[in-house]
Antibody, heavy 120, light 108 residues
Framework: EVQLLESGGDSLQSGGSLRLSCAAS????????MNWVRQAPGKGLEWVSG????????YYADSVKGRFTISRDDSKNTLYLHMNDLRGEDTALYYC??????????????WGQGTTVTVS | SYVLTQPPSVSVAPGETAGISCGGN??????VHWYQQKPGQAPVLVIS???NRPSGVPDRFSGSNSGGTATLTISRVEAGDEADYYC???????????FGTGTRVTVL
């Protein structure tokens, strides 16, 4: 069964750093585009960052560029989001999501249950 | 930056048809994907590439993308369809995924 399991969420103060993890099972993470999507309390979905399956090209939302870094460890089949200089507006439920293919122009067909980040 | 606009809410009686619009600049040139999100749950892909249903999605869900607007249509609406729905595209101009503002579907 294809699954994604996020971890690493925490409550911390503004300016702090955190690393989120997303463990994949049932598929090879390096074959697909992988993403982080967040949802602030009571708000809509916001794409945060994505990494391509081939070559590992990375992209970021303007709101996090320069502060967040997406990476993956293919040997552990795990996706990461390194977050620095956290702000109150980063408070959200962070989802890991798999794209249906190696290209970004596909829908996100598998999602984790999310991990919560609270910045005060 | 690219923006996708959806109506905040749609209300529909059981058994009727609900249509959710998604507007964006030249959206007809992009591939639109749709997600259903029920309270306390992760989003679920219900339509990909404008009008394709992933395995397991009921055929009551359909999509279209023409005339400057993408539309998700839910036929024979059931109480279990009550949820938030989001459209989404990949914007090649900015290399960003963009989600729509979201539409809450209420079944009367």
């Amino acid at each position: 069964e294809v699954q994604l399991l996020e971890s690493g969420g925490d409550s911390l103060q503004s300016g702090g750093s955190l690393r989120l993890s997303c463990a994949a099972s049932g598929f090879r993470l390096s074959t697909y585009v992988m993403n982080w999507v967040r949802q602030a309390p009571g708000k809509g979905l916001e794409w945060v960052s994505g990494i391509s399956g081939r070559g590992g090209t990375t992209y970021y939302a303007d709101s996090v560029k320069g502060r967040f870094t997406i990476s993956r460890d293919d040997s552990k089949n795990t996706l990461y989001l390194h977050m620095n200089d956290l702000r109150g507006e980063d408070t959200a439920l962070y989802y890991c999501a798999k794209t249906r293919s190696y290209s970004f122009d596909y829908g996100l067909d598998v999602w984790g249950q999310g991990t919560t980040v609270t910045v005060s | 930056s690219y923006v996708l606009t959806q109506p905040p809410s749609v209300s529909v009686a059981p058994g009727e048809t609900a249509g959710i619009s998604c507007g964006g600049n030249s959206i007809g040139t992009k591939s639109v994907h749709w997600y259903q999100q029920k309270p306390g749950q992760a989003p679920v892909l219900v339509i990909s590439y404008d009008d394709n249903r992933p395995s397991g999605v009921p055929d009551r869900f359909s999509g279209s993308n023409s005339g400057g607007t993408a539309t998700l249509t839910i036929s024979r609406v059931e109480a279990g369809d009550e949820a938030d729905y989001y459209c989404q595209v990949w914007d090649f101009g900015s290399d960003h995924y963009v989600f729509g503002t979201g539409t809450r579907v209420t079944v009367l």
